[in-house]
């Protein structure tokens, strides 16, 4: 008889499946990423850094946009709290990513929640978004398809900016080419998929037009701006006295008795 002690703790194969899965969720982004990682290294290589700065940015920050608004700041010569307070505004956004994904992570360990969070960008967020949309929040759910998006992440954008430093000098103008516009395609990839209510559109519409009317704002607070305008609206349009929460209010009525119960079971 096998007594407790001497029991060991059941494998999880579905981890590596998981880990593997994120990953390969997460291929589009990374293609589109792979020119914004090249031209950040080509400009790190005509400004006035070292190349072994740049990589050491993109390996401690891990932020494409972030990433550029310091290279700039940095060439013209400002201050400290100046690049500090500007990139920590248009990170801002990040607060709203994590404020999304936390009833999925909120049960791990300070640990995973330290690791999760630093590998969360734009693309990853949507890849984890569009995954864990599909589980009721809870300890069932798996950090591990977070995790592979991630790392995956994270691991591309270092290899194209080394790639960018390495030919940047050989190909000085590599920056002119347009091949930021990949990296607006794929912003364009992440949002629209979920406009799939009036709220989302509402609130996508009023972002983007607020976003550009108010480019000229310094330190890019016309972008956060913009994004709390955004929010604000979404909100709003997803309050119970909404058009959109009366419709489904309407709808809950509607089903049968049976429904209500057992719904009220799995609570």
Known sequence: MTTQS????????????????????????????????VIFGTLVTSGPLSPWHGQFMSLAVFAGSAQFIALGLIASHASFAVILA?????????????ATLAPYVAHLPLRWRLVLGGVLTDEVFAVAWAHFRRHPPGNDVSPWHFLGSGISMYLNWQLWTAAGLLFGAAFPGLQSLGLDFAMVATFIAIVVPQLVALRYLAAAATAGALAFFWQDWPYKLGLLGAVLAGVVVGVVLSRPG????????????????TV??????RQ
């Open 6 to 37: 001497n029991a060991r703790p059941r494998p999880h194969p579905k981890r590596a499946a998981e880990f593997v899965a994120g990953a390969r969720d997460t291929i589009p982004m990374m293609i589109g990423a792979a020119p914004f990682g």
């Open 242 to 257: 909404s058009p959109r929460g009366a419709r489904e209010s309407a709808e809950s009525s509607r089903k049968p008795p």
């Open 86 to 98: 500007t990139t920590f505004i248009v990170n801002l956004r990040h607060v709203l990513y994590s």
């Open 260 to 265: 209500r119960r057992t719904a009220g079971a």
